[in-house]
């Protein structure tokens, strides 16, 4: 049991301390230059087309919530008479 258990650290130790290290190229100089270039674009939206679609979801499910809770307000305030 004990012989097994020494195998298995053995193999786990030289999985991890043998693997080549990946080169991630630094991607940070690219986006300060993206964000601080002056195109007429909030800070906001200047990530891209995903940032576009997020603010656009976000401000129509707000004009929608807003909306709605209108709509309640409005049911609320005049009672309906049932005869």
């Known amino acids: 049991m004990y012989r097994h258990m020494f195998a298995l650290q053995q193999v786990a130790r030289r999985?991890?301390?043998?693997?080549?290290?990946?080169?991630?190229?630094?991607?940070?100089?690219?986006k300060q230059m993206r964000f601080q270039d002056d195109n007429g674009l909030p800070v906001h939206l200047k990530g891209?087309?995903?940032?576009?679609?997020?603010?656009?979801?976000?401000?129509?499910?707000?004009?929608?919530?807003?909306?709605?809770?209108?709509?309640?307000m409005v049911k609320a305030s005049f009672p309906q008479n049932k005869a």
């Open 15 to 30: 999985t991890i301390s043998s693997s080549a290290r990946r080169q991630i190229a630094n991607k940070i100089p690219e």
């Open 48 to 72: 891209g087309t995903s940032d576009i679609l997020l603010y656009s979801a976000t401000m129509g499910l707000t004009v929608v919530g807003v909306g709605y809770g209108m709509y309640l």
